[in-house]
């Protein structure tokens, strides 16, 4: 009978052993099979956010691209704009100059009932007879006072060329 309680016990002690086993090892397993899940989730994750990253990434290089190439469009017409408005400042401060020396002189068309000893004829004929209409000349400052407003009504153009142009490259590019 000792031999049967010992096998008894021994087999009591093997149940509850296992029975004190199984729990662990059902842990073990679960969490085993609870990790590769959060292992395969967790590079799932990791690709989707590679993925918006490198979409992210492909983005901002675009944007940077259109960006640059609106800087370097910028500049260029900076340079013809400031081309433009120093020709024009050139071609004023010839003008200027000529009408200083008195190489240039300005008048203005009158009137055919306009007379006088200011009128002077705008052709004159072999003859002495006139048939073109009068003009008289401008005195030199009032000239030059004329040729400034002039200049400054030039470059107020050119900057407003300057102006619609960028306004319609902006708008072209975004449409």
Not at 27 to 53: C, D, I, P, R
Not at 93 to 122: E, K, M, Y
């Amino acid at each position: 009978m000792k031999i049967d309680a010992v096998k008894w016990g021994g087999a009591r002690l093997l149940m509850f052993g296992l029975m004190a086993a199984s729990p662990w090892a059902a842990w073990e397993w679960q969490a085993n099979a609870y990790g590769q899940k959060l292992a395969s989730q967790e590079t799932a994750h990791q690709t989707v956010l590679t993925n918006l990253a490198n979409t992210n990434s492909a983005l901002i290089l675009a944007e940077q691209d259109k960006r640059f190439a609106l800087e370097q469009w910028l500049a260029a017409s900076d340079q013809a704009h400031y081309r433009a408005l120093t020709d024009e400042q050139t071609k004023q401060a010839r003008l200027r100059d000529r009408l200083a020396t008195a190489d240039l002189r300005l008048s203005v068309q009158l009137d055919a009932a306009a007379t006088g000893c200011d009128a002077v004829p705008a052709t004159t004929c072999t003859g002495g007879v006139v048939h073109g209409a009068y003009r008289a000349q401008l005195d030199p400052a009032h000239a030059q006072r004329i040729i400034g407003i002039t200049g400054d009504g030039d470059q107020g153009l050119i900057a407003l060329q300057a102006c619609q142009a960028y306004v319609r490259a902006v708008f072209s590019q975004r449409h």
